[in-house]
Nanobody, 119 residues
Framework: QVQLVESGGGLVQPGGSLRLSCAAS????????MGWYRQAPGKQRDLVAT???????NYADSVKGRFTISRDNAKNTVYLQMNSLKPEDTAVYYC?????????????WGQGTQVTVSS
């Protein structure tokens, strides 16, 4: 069983910053990547950023240059530094952990943390 615990969400004014954290624990084998997705009301869940076990990063176009994903492999923790936040960044942010073992991917999700950007 894998548990993902997120923290760091909240209310921030436009132009402000927040840092999200996600700690993974439990029976974790063969981590392929960790990342963040977000879901605004009435919309689908979209990729924000991912980071592979080797450190390769991938970002949605809408957050490039503003968000930075990083990870601490020793702690199985992934971070999302969000700068220059905009109202359109408002969403529930979900942490994702993807494993790859014996030809099969498995995805695990956190409970989500609310990020609200508003004046």
């Amino acid at each position: 069983q894998v548990q993902l615990v997120e923290s760091g969400g909240g209310l921030v004014q436009p132009g402000g910053s927040l840092r999200l954290s996600c700690a993974a624990s439990g029976s974790i084998f063969s981590i392929y990547a960790m990342g963040w997705y977000r879901q605004a009301p009435g919309k689908q869940r979209d990729l924000v950023a991912t980071i592979s076990s080797g450190g390769r990063t991938n970002y949605a176009d809408s957050v490039k240059g503003r968000f930075t994903i990083s990870r601490d492999n020793a702690k199985n923790t992934v971070y999302l530094q969000m700068n220059s936040l905009k109202p359109e960044d408002t969403a529930v942010y979900y942490c994702n952990l993807r494993t790859y073992l014996l030809g099969k991917y498995d995805d695990y999700w956190g409970q989500g943390t609310q990020v609200t950007v508003s004046s």
